[in-house]
């Protein structure tokens, strides 16, 4: 025989408030419904998902199973979802940003696989922090050197000038010193468009292939 229907909820028209109040309301109620095992029978009607027509859904169910049903729901979202949420919540917000300190987690007390991961990703992001750090110091340091070496190489292109006029000099001494001079300035010049070169990126070499001719045109 069909069970007794000891409350009925149609979600289609109840409001968001009066389904907290009957949740909270199921959760203080005692056993004295006609179920099996004194639980309460209810009906629940919704609309199905996509659905277009006039349709509806009805399910008659105990409330008791729905009840341990809930609590290990809760017990799962706050024991595992919403830890495991932070952790995610962390990734994309460090790659959003590395270099906010804020967006590091922080790793909680846990001892189990959630904790390892909370505390291998706070590893993760503070050497990925400290690269990027390293990596700014050496671009400034870079760009400090490039402008010196610039500078450098102008003084010796001037000092080069001046060791060519010295070599047409009267005095025998210069004359002799002059050519040695004119080496050193020449391997100072060299070493500065050598370390030039070293900093500076390569670009790609160009090739050459067959392509559509339509993909360039905006459709």
Avoid at 21 to 40: Q, T, V
């Amino acid at each position: 025989m069909p069970l007794t229907v000891d409350a009925s909820f149609d979600l289609r028209e109840a409001a968001a408030a009066s389904l907290i109040i009957d949740a909270f309301a199921a959760i203080l109620r005692g056993n004295d419904g006609s179920g099996p095992d004194g639980g309460r029978v209810i009906r629940v009607a919704s609309d199905p998902p996509q659905s277009e027509d006039d349709s509806y859904l009805e399910v008659v169910l105990n409330e008791a199973p729905l009840m341990t049903a809930g609590l290990v729901f809760f017990s799962l979202q706050w024991l595992m979802v919403r830890p495991i949420r932070r952790i995610t919540d962390s990734m994309a917000e460090f790659r959003d940003n590395p270099e906010n300190p804020k967006n590091m987690i922080a790793p909680s007390n846990r001892s189990d696989e959630i904790g390892i991961a909370q505390g291998a990703l706070e590893s993760v992001q503070q050497d990925l922090r400290a690269s990027l750090a390293q990596k700014t110091r050496l671009a400034a340091l870079g760009a400090a050197v490039s402008k010196g070496n610039h500078d450098l190489r102008n003084i010796l292109a001037s000092a080069q000038l001046a060791s060519e006029r010295m070599a047409n000099s009267s005095d025998p001494v210069v004359r002799r010193l002059t050519p040695r001079l004119y080496k050193a300035v020449d391997r100072a010049i060299t070493l500065c468009t050598e370390t030039l070169d070293f900093g500076r990126a390569g670009e790609r070499l160009p090739r050459r292939g067959l392509f559509p001719l339509d993909t360039l045109i905006p459709t």
